[in-house]
């Protein structure tokens, strides 16, 4: 499909919900992995670095979803791929809830995060072929829900286990919701899902492509990093009350669905070169009051405006991405999440290994190395982006001469 799609409008037809409703219950299946760890090693008696192991799996599975997604779409259809995908996110949950060794858990949490990831791919690449130059309205607001559901799973979590119906009630949720998206869903066909039929060979991604996977794998690491460890920041570093550290860990995913909310408004007015960069100088503005804050006051509010300039990395620079890749969307989306994947597996443990072996405000200068290449190739990947955008015009008006 070529990308001569500027006049494409953004429509909420069902077909849109489907996608923004199965990408949150794949979201709100690995927020649920957090609040519901304590209670899993538990009943199984497993050390923190088994139960670490089920994000590890979780992140190896997206690994491998970036290897292999662009492909099960070519080869199975992008319909198919999604019902495919969403039987595997539920066999991975019921894997978790059902068995009772680590062997099996973990592998469900594999299982799930290769079946979300190409999910995900697959509905991004969906909506990027359907909305043309809207598409970061649709992948904006996908984020936005499943933001909502990431910030309501520790509570759906919580509130089981306070009325005595336990954890697996809050994960099994996943399972109702896709079950009855596919009983509306499954007779219909999907809009512009078809395979292409032809066999022509596709050309590499462009560099401005590989400048904003840059961007994102960065971010991702941050954002992860941030979830992952500012409890702990808080603590030691705030001189906060545990209880009250991990309760402000809220503040950063509520900053991110505001933030979010806030974006997919600024994209129907200002063009997606425009607003990277003001994300950018917000997260880093936003870390340096977080990082270098004298009070656990200023701490926390650096946090907040952190996760607001956090917030539109992904869901910009995906739509970025995918622009510059033209035909090639479902390699671009495919592509990111090998970038996502590494970060998500990689950027906390090296963190986490720098506090163990510094503390844990040394081990955050990795975040803030992060964030400033991020926000410097931010600029980078704008202004390859408009070499490239230069060059496709150029071609097009030598090709009609």
């Given at each position: 499909?070529?990308?001569?799609?500027?006049?494409?409008?953004f429509v909420r037809d069902s077909f849109t919900w489907l996608g923004y409703l199965l990408m949150a219950s794949a979201v709100y299946t690995i927020s649920c992995f957090g609040?519901?760890?304590?209670?899993?090693?538990?009943?199984?008696?497993?050390?923190?670095?088994?139960?670490?192991?089920?994000?590890?799996?979780?992140?190896?599975?997206?690994?491998?979803?970036?290897?292999?997604?662009?492909?099960?779409?070519?080869?199975?259809?992008?319909?198919?791929?999604?019902?495919?995908?969403?039987?595997?996110?539920?066999?991975?949950?019921?894997?978790?809830?059902?068995?009772?060794?680590?062997?099996?858990?973990?592998?469900?949490?594999?299982?799930?995060?290769?079946?979300?990831?190409?999910?995900?791919?697959?509905?991004?690449?969906?909506?990027?072929?359907?909305?043309?130059?809207?598409?970061?309205?649709?992948?904006?607001?996908?984020?936005?829900?499943?933001?909502?559901?990431?910030?309501?799973?520790?509570?759906?979590?919580?509130?089981?286990?306070?009325?005595?119906?336990?954890?697996?009630?809050?994960?099994?949720?996943?399972?109702?919701?896709?079950?009855?998206?596919?009983?509306?869903?499954?007779?219909?066909?999907?809009?512009?899902?078809?395979?292409?039929?032809?066999?022509?060979?596709?050309?590499?991604?462009?560099?401005?492509?590989?400048?904003?996977?840059?961007?994102?794998?960065?971010?991702?690491?941050?954002?992860?990093?941030?979830?992952?460890?500012?409890?702990?920041?808080?603590?030691?570093?705030?001189?906060?009350?545990?209880?009250?550290?991990?309760?402000?860990?809220?503040?950063?995913?509520?900053?991110?669905?505001?933030?979010?909310?806030?974006?997919?408004?600024?994209?129907?007015?200002?063009?997606?070169?425009?607003?990277?960069?003001?994300?950018?100088?917000?997260?880093?503005?936003?870390?340096?009051?977080?990082?270098?804050?004298?009070?656990?006051?200023?701490?926390?509010?650096?946090?907040?405006?952190?996760?607001?300039?956090?917030?539109?990395?992904?869901?910009?620079?995906?739509?970025?991405?995918?622009?510059?890749?033209?035909?090639?969307?479902?390699?671009?989306?495919?592509?990111?999440?090998?970038?996502?994947?590494?970060?998500?597996?990689?950027?906390?443990?090296?963190?986490?290994?720098?506090?163990?072996?510094?503390?844990?405000?040394?081990?955050?200068?990795?975040?803030?190395?992060?964030?400033?290449?991020?926000?410097?190739?931010?600029?980078?990947?704008?202004?390859?982006?408009?070499?490239?955008?230069?060059?496709?015009?150029?071609?097009?008006?030598?090709?009609?001469?």
């Amino acid at each position: 499909m070529q990308n001569n799609d500027t006049n494409k409008s953004f429509v909420r037809d069902s077909f849109t919900w489907l996608g923004y409703l199965l990408m949150a219950s794949a979201v709100y299946t690995i927020s649920c992995f957090g609040p519901m760890m304590p209670f899993l090693r538990a009943e199984l008696n497993l050390s923190y670095t088994i139960g670490a192991l089920h994000f590890s799996a979780w992140a190896v599975g997206v690994l491998i979803a970036g290897m292999v997604g662009d492909q099960a779409m070519k080869k199975f259809g992008r319909q198919n791929t999604i019902w495919a995908a969403c039987s595997g996110i539920c066999s991975g949950i019921l894997m978790v809830i059902f068995m009772r060794h680590p062997a099996f858990t973990i592998f469900g949490a594999l299982l799930g995060g290769l079946s979300a990831s190409t999910m995900g791919q697959t509905i991004n690449t969906i909506m990027a072929d359907r909305f043309g130059s809207e598409r970061a309205l649709g992948i904006t607001e996908a984020n936005i829900i499943a933001s909502i559901s990431c910030f309501l799973a520790p509570l759906a979590v919580s509130m089981s286990m306070r009325f005595g119906l336990g954890w697996r009630f809050a994960i099994a949720f996943p399972l109702l919701s896709i079950s009855v998206l596919f009983l509306l869903f499954r007779k219909k066909n999907v809009p512009g899902t078809e395979p292409s039929q032809k066999i022509t060979p596709v050309a590499a991604l462009p560099l401005a492509y590989w400048a904003y996977w840059t961007v994102i794998t960065l971010n991702v690491g941050c954002e992860w990093s941030m979830i992952f460890w500012s409890a702990d920041f808080l603590e030691k570093v705030g001189k906060l009350p545990r209880i009250d550290a991990s309760a402000c860990v809220s503040v950063f995913l509520a900053a991110m669905l505001i933030g979010r909310i806030a974006g997919s408004r600024l994209a129907r007015n200002f063009d997606i070169h425009t607003l990277l960069p003001i994300a950018a100088i917000t997260s880093m503005v936003g870390f340096s009051i977080y990082w270098l804050g004298p009070t656990a006051p200023v701490n926390v509010t650096g946090l907040f405006i952190t996760g607001l300039g956090i917030a539109n990395f992904y869901p910009l620079t995906l739509s970025a991405a995918i622009a510059v890749a033209s035909d090639r969307a479902a390699s671009a989306t495919s592509r990111m999440s090998l970038g996502t994947g590494a970060a998500i597996l990689l950027a906390p443990l090296v963190l986490g290994f720098i506090a163990d072996h510094t503390s844990i405000f040394v081990a955050y200068g990795l975040i803030a190395v992060l964030i400033t290449i991020c926000t410097g190739m931010v600029f980078v990947a704008n202004s390859l982006a408009h070499r490239h955008d230069r060059q496709e015009n150029l071609r097009a008006a030598e090709s009609n001469v």
